[in-house]
T-cell receptor
């Protein structure tokens, strides 16, 4: 199946700093990628839709100035958590779907962010 | 607002038992329903269902979709301890295959 690589797999940062998470589709091009957040023992919640060459679309309640998304190429989307706080500690995961066909979404490995 | 509901929320069974996990949905622009298994990290894909009444099978796991009643079930027969995980149901909508996830069912298989 298609491969989506996410980096880093875990990160610890100090409160007030920014953290960048990368999501790459390794063997296909993705005009659209999705960013999810998962708190402990909860399901995945969609944060935003990352669109190559245009602005991301954010879900209700997600601050676009805090969670900066850049989709500069067909194989790379980045999520930057700016001025991170302990409540931003979570599991962040991206997904992408090859092409325009109705196929399954492929997930990155996820990034566990801990803000101290 | 798109909604996906899974039941039960959690389940404990003995090895060898058969389990049925439920997923119902209310969405606009339905494309497909997907089942994932999540252990420690990222979800791993199990099934994608687009048509009603066609059972998909993989080993001891099987799943079926009812688009009229808006639900799907995931069956696991002869459960093993390695089946212990959270099982996520998601519905894909729209042209970009945006996924809306259910809350998940936490399955624990004991010896």
């Amino acid at each position: 199946g298609a491969v989506v690589s996410q980096h880093p797999s875990w990160v610890i940062c100090k409160s007030g700093t920014s953290v960048k998470i990368e999501c790459r589709s390794l063997d296909f091009q993705a005009t659209t990628m999705f960013w999810y957040r998962q708190f402990p023992k909860q399901s995945l919640m969609l944060m935003a839709t990352s669109n190559e060459g245009s602005k991301a679309t954010y879900e209700q309640g997600v601050e676009k100035d805090k969670f900066l998304i850049n989709h500069a190429s067909l194989t790379l989307s980045t999520l930057t958590v700016t001025s991170a706080h302990p409540e931003d500690s979570s599991f962040y995961i991206c997904s992408a779907t090859p092409g325009a066909m109705n196929t399954e979404a492929f997930f990155g490995q996820g990034t566990r962010l801990t803000v101290v | 607002e798109d909604k996906v509901v899974q039941s039960p929320l959690s389940l404990v069974v003995h090895e060898g038992d058969t389990v049925t996990l439920n997923c119902s949905y209310e969405v606009t622009n339905f494309r497909s329903l997907l089942w994932y298994k999540q252990e420690k990290k990222a979800p791993t894909f199990l099934f994608m269902l687009t048509s009603s009444g066609i059972e998909k099978k993989s080993g001891r796991l099987s799943s079926i979709l009812d688009k009229k009643e808006l639900f799907s079930i995931l069956n696991i027969t002869a459960t093993q301890t390695g089946d212990s995980a959270v099982y996520l149901c998601a519905v894909s909508t729209g042209t970009a295959s945006k996924l809306t996830f259910g809350t998940g069912t936490r399955l624990q298989v004991t010896l």
